[in-house]
């Protein structure tokens, strides 16, 4: 078929698709009103809660320098600190970053015991003593050093490590303050707790 004659085919075929769209009517397609969601699938797209972040109640949590074998994935907190209510920038023409709470900077190494490259897109939370969870700073690379990796979809190649920096932001008098290492899974995922000793 030449490639004109293909062309014309495909215009007709999509005037033909856009205009029997257009003739269907909306209001006879019938919804089964007594469809609902089921549990696990609700369970699974409500990211963020704080029950979703639970450690299994009888795992004892890790310390910082120790390995965390995860299965797909082995954590290790290599340092922590609290930077305080303002992050000052290393570049001279972003402003100081202030909070109520505090700041506090993770450098991590994680990896990859699966068979496949693997991407963080949800990044593991800091938890503390009242199971509140906490994230990234959004704009944590301009308060970071030059060239440090953070985890947010950095790939990790099969069978390879990487080390990570990463600054969360942390309420006012929280304590009991876990990392919670986590497995490469998009749901159902499991997360161990690694105490920060703040």
Known sequence: MSKKRYTLVLVVISL??????????????????????????????????????????????????????????????????????????????????????????????????????????ETPPIKDSEGRNFSQVDVQTMYLEDGVNTMIAEAIPAGMSREFEAIYEIAPGAEGLQFMARDFEMMNTSFAPVDLGL
Request: negative net charge; glycine residues 6%; charged residues 35%.
């Open 16 to 121: 033909f698709v856009f205009f029997a769209a257009g003739s269907i009517d909306l209001d006879d397609i019938e919804v089964d009103e007594e469809f609902e969601m089921s549990e696990e699938f609700e369970a699974t797209v409500t990211t963020g809660d704080d029950d979703e972040v639970e450690a299994d109640s009888d795992q004892e949590a890790a310390n910082i320098g120790d390995e965390v074998d995860m299965g797909d994935s082995v954590w290790t907190v290599i340092a922590v600190e609290d930077r305080g209510t303002e992050l000052e920038s290393p570049n001279e023409f972003i402003d100081s970053r202030e909070t109520e709470g505090t700041h506090i900077w993770v450098q991590v190494k994680v990896e990859n015991n699966s068979n496949d490259q693997q991407r963080l897109f």
